[in-house]
């Protein structure tokens, strides 16, 4: 029988910054270059660990998120911004399944949008010459196997070409795809935690971790949610319940402007 004596539970990574962190280098500073919290602007949640698999589904990593919010506002008082800079688990799965055709009556995202269908050609092409990809293979196809099959991110050209194109389509994934048919819930299962939580989408962050984990899961991309202020706990509370109740997912106009059906 195990015992548990002074062991947490579970645990939050908190970087200190001087505004909303957007990449992982960002968190990753040398220690001698870290801020000082009584200087920081901006608390950066960017990893919740629950440590005993038995707690699977107990709400202690929401709580803590709000208690840890609340301590470092009475601590700190320079502190004005709480963030998080979030994985997006399920992007590139979706991504992949959502650029093919499954069945005559289900088309794919290229054929359901228009801006995609628009965009599609143009920037897959220069990455498919950039990468050595045959210009025979479909821009849907082409897209996934630069994203898993090469180095992109090495390239200049191929990262300026895919990152307007990647931004549209992490924004629809994160704001409009749903768990299942007529769901509250958002399908990623982190911006759903966050969202049900009571923080919205502030920021969504292109080559913001370089790490082979993050490029298999999203393509290098992350987010930011935002909490409200502890001062200010009931807007959290309020935008809870609304996704809860009607899966309305608030977002900052820098995001809301990627949903637009231009470019």
Known sequence: MRILVQEPLVYINVAFEPRIATSMKEI?????????????KAAIFYSIVTTQPGLKGVDL????????????????KGLTEFSTLSPIPGFMPWLRLSLSSPSPSSP????????????????VEVVAK???????????????????NHRWFENERVVGAL???MLRLCAHYVITERAVNGSTQALDRVANFHLGNGAYVHGLNWMAD??????????????????PSPADATTGAAD?????????IKASPDVEALLRDRW
């Open 210 to 227: 370089l790490a082979p984990l993050r490029l298999s899961e999203s393509a290098s991309l992350m987010a930011n949610y935002k909490y």
């Open 28 to 40: 990753y500073l040398d220690e001698a270059q870290r801020l000082d919290p009584e200087e920081a």
């Open 61 to 76: 990593p929401h709580q803590l998120i709000k208690w840890t919010s609340r301590y470092l506002h009475q601590q700190y």
């Open 163 to 165: 990152q307007p194109l």
């Open 108 to 123: 794919s995202l290229a054929e359901r949008k228009a801006w995609l269908k628009a965009m599609l050609p143009a920037k």
């Open 240 to 248: 809870a319940a609304l996704y809860h109740r009607e899966g309305i």
């Open 130 to 148: 950039e990468l050595g990809i045959s210009s025979s293979v479909p821009p849907q196809e082409a897209l996934v196997e630069a994203l898993e």
